[in-house]
């Protein structure tokens, strides 16, 4: 089976961003990834170790002036020499016996043969619990995991970082640290395919190392280094808009380091994501860069990886010269592999049947069959004696189970077709449950949603009444303000003046004069119904004496010889608020005054009394009445500023009328 270029290409793109990985983190190869002096640093120390005289000081001192110097490949035989002269320093002091595992451990190459010393260093410094301490047991933890990442072992690595490194780091309280671990965590999802739980990870990566407070040595790098891999997972998800963005970061912050290395990793991210715009020829801008940067870091493995991003443009290009041409250049590394050496075979062969160049077509393909027959033949010379070894033993442990197996296999068969129909059985019951629960449910959010409905038209309903009560609380309270004024207005201005006139009038005339005792009569005539419009308008009695008192003096003034009043009252409380006394002498006032001017009554019985905050008022008459069913059509203004003063107090009217008369009961919350 022949794996597509494409796809190995891919490959090739994940396997340098584990390599970034690993060199940013271990500090691998200072040229490659690493922009800070340590030569400051350096000096400091060295001084340090000449003026002191503790032993322990200077065990600590040689100790990071070897961690200095792994950061670079060219001075690690220098970074041994103080590891050396630090573990002499040790003796027999406990505590920097511990340490030494850890700086020991920063010399060891990650493989599988090195877990145990790995994990060994994490042991013994399980016991400190400063913060310098968790930092190192992060760095531990970070390269177990970066060692299971590398034999390819993603569950492991998982593991081991998320259950055991982020804990320690967050206990550190180190940002920077914590930043590398889920950074290793993405390039895991990443090299697996997972997207959207590589951007969830380097999100959080990006977002820890941003806010940190403790900002170290590599911060620009590290985020640097976030931010491209972030451009690269961004055009992955087609949202170039934000991958530019984040290329621009990157830029900003690489401005300050010209000609630095990082800048490698920057062009591949910005041709990566032209490529992916169609903006080819940039693309190819950025890779010639990136392979002149690569080629001035004496890095093969970058330019050819830079070459091969060239040919993947140059092919969508359809630019068939230039793309063998490209790839013919890459057969002069002396140091490719056979199975490198296989893929561009086969891809030159491809490229030749396009340009009709059959004969070195068919070269470059029997290569291509000669270079696969090759790596197989490899794979089996590396498994033959293993197969060989196992088959004597499998061969006669195979005739024993082969009588077994063929005893068992009906037996088995019968048990698959029972445990295949009790599967089904069960799968159609879970169905039908779970029908019937989707159901149920549709159902009760039916009725939720109806109810819910319901009551939002009740809740409307009731704020519209409560403005309509609110409109007719004011309306009565404007009336009744407008009552006093009258009622002010003539009692002092008319009502003084007839007073003054009948005075004058009875000082100077005669006492016998017939008409003059008219015109006094009509004085005393006008005074009087002019007491009772003042009267009815604000009943002084009320507002003295209370509702009790006023009802009765109302129920007397109307009385006459041709009519009879008669009222009842019971446990009436005057000390309720004057406006809602108002409110019942009005309705008490209003049907009186029906029942005299409509009714044609000649006997009426008014009753009111209180229980508790129950207010109520029953009103008889032997008047002519009215058909009562017809009371909602035929409301005269009389009628409706009853019914709005029972709905101002929440009460309820109950009205029977026939030719015999009427009888009004009425019962209102105080």
Known sequence: MVITFVAYLNKMKRLYLFFLVFAAYLGHAQKISTLNDYEISIDSLKNAIAASTS????????YRLAYIYTKNVDKKEVGLAYLKKGNELVKNNSYLKDVSYYYNSLFLTLEKGNLAKFEKADEVLKKYNSKEIYVVRSKILFNIGLLYQRENEPLKTIEVLLKRAIPVAEKSKDSQELSNLYKLIAVVFYNNEDIDKTKYYLDLSIKTLEQGKNKKSRYNEDLIELYLFNVEVLSVQKKTKEAFEYLGK????????????????YYFAKGSLNQEIKNYDLAISDYDKGIKLSERNANSTLVQRFKLMKYEVFMLQNKLESAKNLLLDVFKNSDMNIKDKAYYSYELSKIYRKLNDFEKAYLYNEQYIQLKDSLGVAFEADKIADIEAKYNKLENENKIKKLTIEKQATLLNQ??????????YFALICVLIFTYFIWKNLKNQKKITAQKEINHFQKLNNLKREKEIEIMQTMIDVEEAERKRVARDLHDSIGSKLSALKIIFANTQAKKDTDAIKINAILETSISELRQISYNLVPESLLKLGLDKALGDLCFTLKSDSVSIEFHSYEIDNSMPLTTQTTIFRIVQELLNNALKHARATQILVSCSQNANRFFISIEDNGIGFDSSRIEENLGLGIKNIKSRIELLKGSLDCESNSKGTSYNIELEV
């Not at 032993?55 to 040689?62: A, G, P």
């Open 55 to 62: 032993d322990s000081l200077r065990c600590i001192m040689n």
């Open 250 to 265: 990157a830029e900003n912050l690489l401005q300050s380091y010209p000609l630095k290395s990082l800048y490698i990793e």
């Open 415 to 424: 048990k698959k077709n029972t445990l295949f129909h009790l599967l089904l």
